[in-house]
């Protein structure tokens, strides 16, 4: 059973961190493109970051978490990673990370309708406040 798995999320005060992990079974993440999105209550799903499969790995970021998040992906726990720096209590959304079946894209996406995110977790709440 294909299945992505997100942890790491909690209730953190301004200025903190975290570090979201999205763990996958049933499939290796090494080929496929991985995404960061989150949603917030009231507002449409967002993408905030991608990282491209193994043999490409790049990567790619949403303006509003630019020099904050960083994407990364450690292919022996077939885990993608999310730092998180800085948190802002405009962070406050649950995330998800999901898989794009796009065989070998030249880059990755945050676009959903671009790519073919056909796997997704359950999501981590990410809370920020003091």
């Known amino acids: 059973q294909l299945q992505l798995v997100e942890s790491g999320g909690g209730l953190v005060q301004p200025g903190g961190s975290l570090r979201l992990s999205c763990t996958a079974s049933?499939?290796?993440?090494?080929?496929?493109?991985i995404g960061w999105f989150r949603q917030a209550p009231g507002k449409e799903r967002e993408g905030v970051s991608c990282?491209?499969?193994?043999?490409?790995?790049?990567?790619d970021y949403a303006d509003s978490v630019k020099g904050r998040f960083t994407i990364s992906r450690d292919n022996s726990e077939n885990t993608v990673f999310l730092q998180i720096h800085n948190l802002k209590p405009e962070d406050t959304a649950v995330y998800y990370c999901?898989?794009?079946?796009?065989?070998?894209?030249?880059?990755?996406?945050?676009?959903?309708?671009?790519?073919?995110?056909?796997?997704w977790g359950q999501g981590t709440q990410v809370t920020v406040s003091s």
């Open positions: 990282i491209n499969y193994r043999g490409s790995s790049t990567t």
């Open positions: 049933g499939f290796s993440t090494d080929g496929f493109a």
């Open positions: 999901a898989a794009d079946w796009t065989p070998y894209p030249r880059i990755c996406t945050m676009d959903v309708a671009k790519g073919q995110y056909n796997y």
